[in-house]
């Protein structure tokens, strides 16, 4: 920076005595052209002065030699003195100036140093600080706006899967009988497949004959079922039976099938009551064995495949007569038998009705009828639109089920249609005689 200085210095007082010297030359009395001897019988009408001896050279032409090198010499030692003075006086100038200029620039340079600097070095850094913070906050917008789209595709997924997953309290309900009401079909087939088998054993009852038969049966009813008003009065127990509760059992369809939902065989009294309510309508009676010396005749082969007939007929009956009742034995369990007492509780179900293990049958009713009015069922689908079509696959699955108890009914229905047309057929017809039938009476 002082090098640079001192050259600009330099090139100041050049400068300066180069102006000085040209404006000497132009502006001297001596040089000017308004001071300029005119003389033109010697100049011939040229300018006869000089710029730098002035009209010294003029004079020694017109006065002789002598005078004009005096005259040059005056002349030249004012000129140098002039000079000497005026550079002198161009050197203070310039050096005043250059103190002001140097005083100017150290001015400017502690400005620059300690103040515009600093305040460009802290305007950048305020700069870059505003513009990071800036995109910082672009870039918090940015982020933001991604936040809040994922926070809204989030909120979306997870309303969807709430309506999608969240079950109603109704589909709990029909979900939560599901096992109950499968084991409850189990034991509804074994009883159903067993109980016509222990009515085949009748026969061997007592001493193994009809009039044996018929004695058990009497002794029952004298001890369960006999009503003292019945037949006038006049009774096989005057003195009622020994079984309180139970009297007319034997009789009572309505009573002890079709108004029961449940009819609780594990109580041996109730379990007995319902066989001879069936025994009474399907086979009251039984025919006596065939004696073993008959077997041997063609009489009495004939007589046992009748009875062979018969009974297999008869099984059709039991059959169809405890598919009705198995449909209505315990089974589902005492989990199940809470949710459906809640709601048969909502229905209006006297409670002295309910049982804490219902049958298929109960489960089925519940679902299928009870369940619509207890008064909470529309208000419980309210909740999700969902739990409208969940409620849909219920009533299908329901329905499904009934459809298939429609359909085994129907099975029952025709068997039970063939073994009435196979009887009809034995009465209008005679035993088989070679090879054909022949009408009885022929």
Known sequence: MRRFGGFKLLFVVFG??????????????????????????WC??????????????????????????????????LSVYFAVAMASFDLQVIQAISATLNKWL??????????????????????????????????SFADMMDKNRAIRKLREEQVRAHRELSPGENVCVAASTMGGLVQ???????????????????????????????????????TRYCDPAENAGITLCPGGPA?????????????????RDTIDIRDPNVKQAVDDLVQNIAEPFVPDPVPEMSLTGTGGAEAFLQRQSRQAKRQVIYDNLYHIISRRIPGSGLEVGTYV?????????????????PSRHEVL????????????????????PEHVERELAVQEGI????????????????????????????????????????EVGQ
């Not at 009883?191 to 016509?196: G, M, S, T, V």
């Not at 079984?243 to 108004?259: Q, Y």
């Not at 085994?408 to 034995?426: F, Q």
């Open 399 to 438: 329905k499904s089920m009934q459809m298939a108890d429609m359909l085994d009914l129907m099975d029952r229905y025709s068997l039970l249609v063939a073994a009435r047309v196979g009887d009809s057929i034995n009465k209008r017809y005679g035993r088989v005689k070679q090879g054909q039938y022949q």
């Open 16 to 41: 300066f005595f180069a102006l000085f010297t040209l404006g000497y030359t132009a502006t001297s009395v001596v040089t000017s052209d308004q001071a300029q001897a005119q003389i033109p019988s």
């Open 243 to 259: 079984v309180p509760g139970f009297i007319g059992a034997d009789l009572d369809v309505a009573g002890r099938v079709f108004a």
């Open 106 to 139: 150290d001015f400017w340079n502690t400005m620059w140093r300690y103040n515009m600097e600093p305040a460009f070095q802290d305007m950048t850094d305020q700069l870059t600080t505003m513009n990071t913070d800036q995109a910082r906050a672009i870039g």
């Open 341 to 357: 007492n809640e709601v048969r509780l909502e229905a209006g179900m006297d409670p002295a009705l309910l049982v804490n293990n």
């Open 44 to 77: 011939f009408n040229m300018s006869c002065t000089s710029p730098f001896t002035g009209v010294a050279v003029e004079l020694g032409i017109i006065m002789g030699r002598t005078f004009t090198t005096g005259m040059f010499y005056v002349v030249g030692s």
């Open 184 to 222: 409850a079909s189990t034991f509804s087939r074994t009883y159903n497949a067993l109980a016509p088998q222990d009515m085949l054993r009748r026969q061997h009852v007592g001493g193994g004959s009809a009039q044996a038969d018929m004695a058990g049966r009497v002794a029952r009813y004298a």
């Open 365 to 384: 009713e519940v679902m299928a009828n009870e369940r619509y009015r207890t008064g909470k069922y529309a208000v419980r689908m309210m909740t999700e």
